[in-house]
């Protein structure tokens, strides 16, 4: 009888991680936007930034908000 080795476990792709921000530019194209307008929705706090950052983070939660049409900060 001819022993089989196991067969090796089938290799997993690595977890795909979730994104918790964009950045102005990807903020804008999510929103089919322009990057001044995504300021702009910074300034008017209908957006807002992740604290403490030296660039502008979003959280992605944020923008499927607004582009959901829900309100947000400010924004009835």
Sequence with gaps: ??????SPAPETAPAAVER???S????ATALGVSKPTIYRLL???ILRPVPGLRHKRIPCQQVRRLAAGEALHGLN
């Excluded at 009888?1 to 196991?6: A, G, W, Y």
């Excluded at 102005?24 to 903020?27: G, M, N, W």
């Design 20 to 22: 918790l921000t964009y």
């Design 1 to 6: 009888m001819i022993s089989q080795s196991p």
């Design 43 to 45: 300034a008017r706090r």
């Design 24 to 27: 102005v530019e990807e903020s």
